[in-house]
């Protein structure tokens, strides 16, 4: 089939690669603008982008889809489908009416559940047992289109964003190719969402950092899990601000209160949580040093 690919980060590569290796036309590559990077400020490629020029398919990178010519552009690549995958832009309707086989995109939650920018890191913080990826018909309401596909994964209890992120991203490749098949021959199926049972996955913020001690063991963990690695949580210890990265309950209890160091060991730091239990985190950032496990940091900075 020939199709017209819009994707921009990591977690779309996988879905590229895997519509080549299936010998589709690809007949453009949509990424978002490359963006200035690290000290340098070096305007760096999409990982998406990187992938398309590999393989020598033309690229292109709109600022605005609305902006005049887009469609005229797109159009003359005559795609039959085109495939969304963590883009980074609402398409307009005259862009999703344009190819005769849709417009779908590929979804990391099982819609309705989690619409929105940032489903792995809310299902985690969540404490979800359980999440996946969908694929729907793109509809111009956010994330609210018929669904074609889904595929459910669990969660482990001490997974962490960037695991499950690398997980679903292989997943949704997977699930996207049987589905464009199914498209390709007109058995796909579709069912309309349950709006009355979407809930919302907002886009995150340092403003989600901060650890509030008075929350159980359990929560604090999956809000670390949730924000690793950014915007990552944060802690106060010994009048410093530290990001904390990694954790695990230990299934002890304190009477200590909530917020309190309970003390240090070769795992890492204890601290009390406000369910009673502690909490010992493993992996932390100080202000100007690298992020490190908390035994490598407390071997030079013991905390008292």
Request: one cysteine or more.
């Amino acid at each position: 089939m020939r199709i017209v690919f819009m994707g921009t980060p990591d977690f779309a590569v996988p879905s590229l690669e895997r519509l080549i290796a299936d010998g589709h036309d690809i007949a453009a590559v949509y990424t978002q603008p490359d963006k200035p990077k690290n000290r340098g400020m070096k305007l760096t490629p999409s990982p998406v982008k990187e992938v398309a020029l590999a393989h020598q398919i033309p690229v292109v990178q709109p600022q605005k889809l609305r902006e005049e010519g887009v469609l005229e552009t797109l159009a003359a690549y005559q795609p039959e489908l085109i495939v969304v995958v963590a883009y980074g832009k609402l398409l307009p309707k005259a862009l999703i009416d344009l190819p005769p086989k849709g417009c779908i995109n590929v979804h990391s939650s099982l819609l309705p559940k989690y619409r929105g920018a940032a489903p792995i890191n809310w299902a985690v913080i969540n404490g979800e047992a359980e999440t996946g990826v969908t694929i729907m018909d793109i509809a111009e309401a956010l994330d609210a289109g018929d669904i074609i596909s889904q595929a459910a994964t669990p969660i482990d209890p001490n997974e962490s964003v960037e695991t499950l992120h690398d997980r679903l991203a292989v997943m949704g490749a997977e699930l996207l190719s049987r589905t464009v098949v199914s498209i390709a021959d007109g058995t796909a199926r579709r069912i309309p969402q349950e709006d009355s049972q979407s809930t919302y996955a907002p886009m995150l913020s340092r403003e989600l950092s901060p650890i509030d001690w008075s929350r159980s063991a359990r929560e604090i963990h999956n809000q670390i899990r949730g924000l690793t690695p950014w915007p990552a949580t944060t802690m106060e210890l010994s009048g410093s601000t530290f990001k904390v990265y990694a954790a695990e309950e230990t299934g002890e209890t304190t009477g200590k209160p909530a917020g309190t160091l309970v003390g240090t060991d070769k795992r890492g730091i204890c601290m009390a949580c406000g369910d009673g239990h502690v909490l010992r985190i493993l992996e932390i950032q100080a202000p100007g040093k690298k992020r490190m496990k908390a035994p490598d940091y407390l071997r030079g900075h013991p905390i008292v």
